[in-house]
Structure formats: structure tokens, C-alpha cells
């Protein structure tokens, strides 16, 4: 007998988990994967970008810090705390979710979604059915073997799969996508070498940053194709590409960083995939998947060639899962516009604080967005659905226009709104 379900343990739905399990109700997390972490782990999204001085709703991202400190997978870089290794993250939230009693169904999907009255009466999982009513479960069909009670859905798959299993109501247009990216890592790199190369080179600490914590070197640079700066890296990708060893769209993004843990590891935020935007398109994100491991072989020897330390390097890890910024997002009882978060609206029940930019990708030169904000709230009931009563959603698919989910898509929002969603069920529940 569950008090909420999480469906999906990326980073909004295990710090809606861990919160729940913190809060003393009884807690079920189902994800699709063998491993907890999402971006973080299946996807390679490290670090978790700042979001600001003033956030709320930081509990679990605290915890995970001190957990991930403990086992040595985490490091405070350039004032952020959220330098994490993916490997280290999995037993991190392991450790976690059994500190908060929190029960974990991995390698489950979901085949169905049985809705009455604007009510989730149950979710099918294989030959086990998850339910709001036990007694409706066992008339429908004896034959189950399991069925178990919750009260409340949390949606935190990022597609919003339950709600569209759901038949809710979504804002996305056909014309609203952004490029996915399909990450990695390289290891055997000299990295002090490469380095004190690096420092040398760009002299521009607004991009390139280089900092010895404790004996470990840490280093952040960039490179677009974009006109918006100069950037010091782009005569070695001019040549490259003139040289045919890089294709023109393999440096539309280029960013790298170090790893917590991981001396001798550079991971890669790149290749960002321009040629391939449809999320939702099985075939469109399978062909983006091909093209991106293409990519990420050529930016590989790019950085054997032209970067110092890097002699050695190999291609260590490929994410298992692309970078998506945006798919579905579903109309909630509160629809939040890119005027509410530029205006710094303030909301009686707020459930993050953030101050990220609005950082929206394209696939054209000169066209993505990065636009300095001032702190922004984040209303309850944008993570409420409008259809069904007792579903919420977590993280990238929240009610939001585009232009605002391109702000608030990122780790430290999508830790706060799971967190917050935990403690305003608990609050419905008291």
C-alpha cells in the first residue's frame, strides 16, 4: 500500500523519491534502466550547472553532495558544487533511496494507464499492476499477480510518458525542438599537460578555466561555430575541417570538462546533433544516435591531433542515453510563460528558485539563445497536471512555454521540483 509512485529515476524523480521516503510515506521508484541518475548517469550530463544563490527545495541535491563527497565521486569547481562522477552517482542514489526506505523497481516499463473519474486507478507494469484501489484492480482481472496501492503519480520520465498514457492535454508544437546531444568521455589524458597547454592558450577565463583543488586538476573550455565571440580554439577546428578531419557541423558546439574522481578523464558535451531535432520520432532519434557516434570518433582524433596530453586518450564511455532539452510538456492547472520568469513573478507556493539563464539550442548558426536573467520562481501548479487529479510531472516536461523550459530544463531546477512535488503530497496527505 504506496502513498506515491515515481515513475521514472532520473534527477527530478529520485529527489521526488528520496523526499517522499524522507518524509515517512511509503514510497515505490520505477525506472526503465538498471541504475538510478538519468542525465547524470545514463547521459553523462556532469557537471549540474549553478542556478543561483537564493534556490529552494535543495535538500536532496544537499545530500546527494555529502554522499557523493563520502565515496569520492563529487568536487566543488569554480563555486559549484555539482561536479559529480557518473559512475560514483549510481551507488550515491542507491545509497540514498535506502536511507529514505524508498523501494526500487529497475529494468520495469509500462504497457498501460488506467484512468476513472480523473484518477490514475492503475498502471500496468508486465504481469503486476500498480493501482490507487486494490479492491478495483482484483474485479478487473484475478488473474494478476501483484497489485499495489498509491495514492499519488509522480510523471518524472521526461517525455511525460504517463501523462500521454494518460490521454492529458500537452503544449509542445511540431516547430519547437531543439538539438539532442550524445555525450562521452575520453581517458588517458595527460590532463595536468594538457592543462597548463589550455591555460596558455585562451587567456580568457569567461570560457577557459583551470584550478588545482587539492592536488586535482580541474579545467571547463568551449568552442562554437557561433559569431557571438572570438573564441580561441577555432583556428585548430578551421583547420580540421580544412584538413578533412572534422566535418564542418561536428564544431557547431564543443565544450569539455574534468571529472570528479577521474584524474585521467576529459568528458565531452558534444557532438550536438543539428541535423536530427525530432524527440518523439523513434527513427529521427535513431538516425541522430548513428550520427552522433560518427561524430564523437572524429572529435576524438580531432583531440588526439591538436590537443597536448591528449597522445594516449581513448574514447572511454559513450552515453546510453541522448541529451534531450526538450519533448513533450503538458498543460498543467498553471501554465508559466517566458513574461512570468523574466519578470521575476512571485507565487504563493513556489517550488524552485533560479536564476539560469534561458538557454535555448538551434541548429542554425547564430541562432541559439543565452539570455542572462534576473531570479525567477516556479509555481506548484505547473507541476500539477490539469487533466488527472492525483498525477504530477518532475523536471523537463513541467507546464511551461518553450522559450521558459529552456530555463528551467536543467539538474539543480529538476532536483527542487521533485522535491517539492514529495512535500506537497505529504502536505495533501497531513
Not at 369 to 374: G, K, P, S
Request: net charge neutral.
Amino acid at each position: 500500500m504506496f502513498d506515491v509512485i515515481v515513475i521514472g529515476g532520473g534527477t527530478a524523480g529520485c529527489a521526488a523519491a528520496y523526499t517522499a521516503g524522507k518524509l515517512g510515506l511509503k514510497t515505490l521508484l520505477i525506472e526503465k534502466n538498471i541504475h538510478l541518475g538519468g542525465t547524470i548517469t545514463s547521459a553523462l550530463v556532469v557537471p549540474a550547472m549553478k542556478s543561483g544563490e537564493h534556490q529552494i527545495n535543495t535538500d536532496f541535491y544537499v545530500d546527494l553532495i555529502s554522499e557523493l563527497s563520502a565515496i569520492g565521486g563529487q568536487a566543488t569547481y569554480q563555486n559549484n558544487p555539482g561536479w559529480f562522477n557518473p559512475e560514483l552517482t549510481k551507488i550515491a542514489l542507491d545509497n540514498l533511496m535506502a536511507k529514505a526506505n524508498v523501494e526500487v523497481y529497475f529494468d520495469t516499463h509500462i504497457r498501460d494507464v488506467i484512468c476513472k473519474n480523473r484518477h490514475i486507478e492503475a498502471i500496468v507494469i508486465s504481469k503486476e499492476m500498480l493501482s490507487v484501489y486494490n479492491e478495483t484492480i482484483e474485479n478487473q482481472n484475478k488473474a494478476l499477480s501483484v497489485s499495489i496501492a498509491a495514492k499519488y503519480i509522480i510523471d518524472a520520465t521526461g517525455n511525460c510518458e504517463i501523462g500521454k498514457l494518460c490521454g492529458c492535454e500537452f503544449l509542445e508544437e511540431n516547430s519547437e525542438n531543439q538539438p539532442v546531444s550524445l555525450r562521452f568521455l575520453m581517458g588517458g589524458v595527460d590532463v595536468p599537460y594538457f592543462a597548463e597547454w589550455l591555460k596558455a592558450f585562451d587567456t580568457d577565463r569567461n570560457v577557459t578555466t583551470v584550478e588545482d583543488i587539492n592536488g586535482f586538476i580541474h579545467l571547463s573550455t568551449a568552442y562554437t561555430w557561433d559569431k557571438d565571440k572570438t573564441w580561441a580554439l577555432k583556428p585548430l577546428f578551421d583547420d580540421a575541417v580544412a584538413k578533412g578531419i572534422l566535418k564542418d557541423h561536428d564544431r557547431n558546439y564543443f565544450q569539455i570538462f574534468t571529472v570528479a574522481g577521474m584524474p585521467s578523464t576529459i568528458a565531452f558535451n558534444c557532438p550536438r546533433i543539428i541535423d536530427y531535432t525530432k524527440t518523439l520520432d523513434v527513427a529521427n532519434m535513431s538516425k541522430a544516435l548513428q550520427l552522433a557516434r560518427k561524430n564523437i570518433f572524429r572529435l576524438a582524433n580531432f583531440c588526439k591531433i591538436y590537443f597536448p596530453g591528449f597522445k594516449n586518450a581513448y574514447i572511454s564511455n559513450i552515453a546510453d542515453m541522448l541529451g534531450i532539452r526538450v519533448s513533450r510538456r503538458i498543460k498543467g492547472k498553471y501554465v508559466y510563460k517566458i513574461d512570468d520568469l523574466k519578470s521575476g513573478k512571485k507565487f504563493e507556493h513556489p517550488v524552485l528558485r533560479s536564476n539560469y539563464p534561458v538557454d535555448v539550442h538551434s541548429d542554425k548558426k547564430d541562432g541559439s539563445t543565452l539570455d542572462i536573467v534576473q531570479d525567477y520562481e516556479l509555481p506548484i501548479e505547473s507541476l500539477m497536471s490539469a487533466d488527472i487529479d492525483n498525477l504530477y510531472v518532475a523536471g523537463r516536461c513541467l507546464s511551461a512555454d518553450y522559450m521558459a523550459q529552456g530555463a528551467l530544463r536543467v539538474q539543480a531546477s529538476c532536483f527542487s521540483m521533485g522535491e517539492a512535488v514529495a512535500k506537497h503530497i505529504k502536505s495533501n496527505l497531513s
